[in-house]
C-alpha cells in the first residue's frame, strides 16, 4: 500500500513512516502542510492516508473531505479524542498520539480492507 503521511511535527511523521516501512508499506510524504498534502495527492497514486488534524495553524478537515470524495480511506492521527472530532467523521479512525506500532499497523490494515472494498464497488 502507498500510504500518505500528513503530519507537521517531523519527529512524529518518521517515527510513523518507519513503522509503516517496517510493516511493509510504501511512504508517500510526509506532508506538513495540507497544501503539500494536495500535491502529493495529484501527484502520486494513494491507497490511504494518516492525518495529524492540527497542522502549523489549519485543520485537515478540508483535505479529509477530499480523501473521501477521491475515495482513498483515511484515519486521523491526533491528540484529539474521537467525540472532538466533527460529527461528518463519525466512523473514521482515530488513533491517539502517541500511537504505538502494533495500533498504527492494525490501522492500516483496516484501511486496506477499506481501499479493497472501495475498488470493488467502484469496478
Same mark, same amino acid.
Given at each position: 500500500?502507498?500510504?500518505?503521511?500528513?503530519?507537521?511535527?517531523?519527529?512524529?511523521?518518521?517515527?510513523?513512516?518507519?513503522?509503516?516501512?517496517?510493516?511493509?508499506?510504501?511512504?508517500?510524504?510526509?506532508? %506538513?502542510? =495540507?497544501?503539500?498534502?494536495?500535491?502529493?495527492?495529484?501527484?502520486?497514486? $494513494?491507497? &490511504? +492516508?494518516?492525518?495529524?488534524?492540527?497542522?502549523?495553524?489549519?485543520?485537515?478537515?478540508?483535505?479529509?473531505?477530499?480523501?473521501?470524495?477521491?475515495?482513498?480511506?483515511?484515519?486521523?492521527?491526533?491528540?484529539?479524542?474521537?467525540?472532538?472530532?466533527?460529527?461528518?467523521? %463519525?466512523? =473514521?479512525?482515530?488513533?491517539?498520539?502517541?500511537?504505538?506500532?502494533?495500533? $498504527?499497523? &492494525? +490501522?492500516?490494515?483496516?484501511?486496506?480492507?477499506?481501499?479493497?472494498?472501495?475498488?470493488?464497488?467502484?469496478?
Amino acid at each position: 500500500m502507498r500510504i500518505l503521511i500528513v503530519e507537521d511535527e517531523w519527529l512524529i511523521a518518521e517515527d510513523h513512516a518507519a513503522m509503516i516501512r517496517a510493516a511493509g508499506h510504501l511512504v508517500v510524504g510526509p506532508a %506538513a502542510s =495540507v497544501k503539500a498534502a494536495i500535491d502529493y495527492m495529484e501527484g502520486e497514486e $494513494l491507497d &490511504a +492516508a494518516l492525518l495529524d488534524v492540527q497542522l502549523s495553524g489549519e485543520v485537515s478537515y478540508g483535505l479529509a473531505d477530499t480523501l473521501r470524495e477521491k475515495v482513498i480511506p483515511f484515519a486521523f492521527v491526533t491528540g484529539y479524542s474521537p467525540s472532538e472530532m466533527p460529527a461528518r467523521f %463519525a466512523g =473514521v479512525q482515530v488513533l491517539q498520539k502517541p500511537v504505538v506500532p502494533a495500533v $498504527l499497523i &492494525a +490501522a492500516i490494515m483496516t484501511l486496506f480492507d477499506q481501499q479493497s472494498a472501495g475498488k470493488q464497488e467502484a469496478g
